[in-house]
């Protein structure tokens, strides 16, 4: 059972929690497209701009998509002690779009078809790659939710093996899109934005745990929950 003080907590994340949603739900429907655009900038690479959506035959490049993404989960988050963490698992989710493969796909321009580029592998393998021991929970943590952005995944297939550890692994690409993600973001800004992340993490540890009673079977049902709603 729950203290007064952890029942009170509870209720202000799950009242902030419904108040995003609802926030969320109205820039979407002053969007018919579904893309939330906020500005529109020039983007600087080697490739000259990939893209990430197109609609009405209006482009919306990568840099914009994650930049925007991340404004706006960053301000919704903070309301609920998570900035920095959604902040890092927006600017991620689609970094694997800063190739080639997926630059012809959405241009028409290829005969790939939908789904058969894995444009989240790229983010979760760089923010695994960047976390020492003490950020690897707030990485993971991270990763999970940058693969489900599409959809849920179970993360220990029937087969007992490493489903996060399997598909973290794939490198098409992979050192191409790395040039390419850190001339939008410095490595050095997305090492700043992990340490503050994992603070972050480290206090909603805390509080599971005290929610939970420290049962582990509870604490990681909060866990997972955390990371359906990220």
Known sequence: SCGSDDYTITLRLWYNIHKIQ?????????????????????????????????????????????????????????????ESILKLAARLHDMGKLCDKFDNYI?????????????????????????????????????????????????????????????SSKDEEYNSIQTEYELIFPREDTILLLDKATKEFDIVIKHLLKLSGRKMDHWMFYICMLERLA
């Open 22 to 82: 609802h926030q969320i739900t109205e820039y979407q429907k002053q969007d018919t497209t579904g893309v939330i655009i906020l500005k529109r900038k020039t983007v600087i690479s080697v490739h000259g701009g990939f893209v990430a959506h197109i609609y009405d035959n209006r482009e919306q490049t990568v840099k914009e998509h994650l930049c925007n993404t991340a404004k706006i989960s960053g301000r919704f988050a903070a309301e609920i002690g998570l």
């Open 107 to 167: 241009r028409g321009k290829s005969n790939v078809k939908r789904g058969e580029i894995d444009h989240s592998y790229a983010g979760a393998k760089y923010i695994l790659s960047l976390a020492d021991k003490k950020q690897s929970l707030v990485a993971e943590f991270i990763a999970r939710v940058i693969f489900s952005h599409h959809g849920l995944h179970d993360w220990i297939n029937e087969d007992g093996k490493d489903y996060l550890k399997k598909r």
